[in-house]
């Protein structure tokens, strides 16, 4: 099992990125992935997931309405969409497969991370 994650960058407060999550070693029809985030200092904090059956889960109140999650079973990719980025979203990104096919937070395969630096 792999996930890699990319598209992280430096971006100005109210621009926009999209990470991408490339997995291999499991079917995403299957299990649950979800983004999570370590800003410096903090704890690691869960945002959202997607579930097997393509239902999006919000973990953290601070990203509804900004931040999105979709998939592509065909490219085994799941995206995480950001929107209205602002100071305080700059951490290090995962994401993560579930350790089972629904979004409880739970996981068993990380990502090596992509930095996501909000700032002008």
């Known amino acids: 099992v792999q996930l890699q994650a990319s598209g992280g960058g430096l971006v100005q407060p109210g621009g926009s990125l999209r990470l991408s999550c490339a997995t291999s070693?499991?079917?995403?029809?299957?299990?649950?992935v979800g983004w999570f985030r370590q800003a410096p200092g903090k704890e690691r904090e869960g945002l959202l997931c997607i579930t097997r059956g393509a239902s999006s889960t919000y973990y953290a109140e601070s990203v509804k309405g900004r931040f999105t999650i979709s998939r592509d079973n065909a490219k085994n990719t799941v995206y995480l969409q950001m929107n209205s980025l602002k100071p305080e979203d700059t951490a290090v990104y995962y994401c993560?497969?579930?350790?089972?096919?629904?979004?409880?937070?739970?996981?068993?395969?990380w990502g090596q991370g992509t930095q996501v630096t909000v700032s002008s």
């Open positions: 993560a497969k579930g350790s089972t096919s629904y979004c409880d937070k739970t996981a068993d395969y």
């Open positions: 070693g499991f079917s995403l029809g299957v299990y649950a």
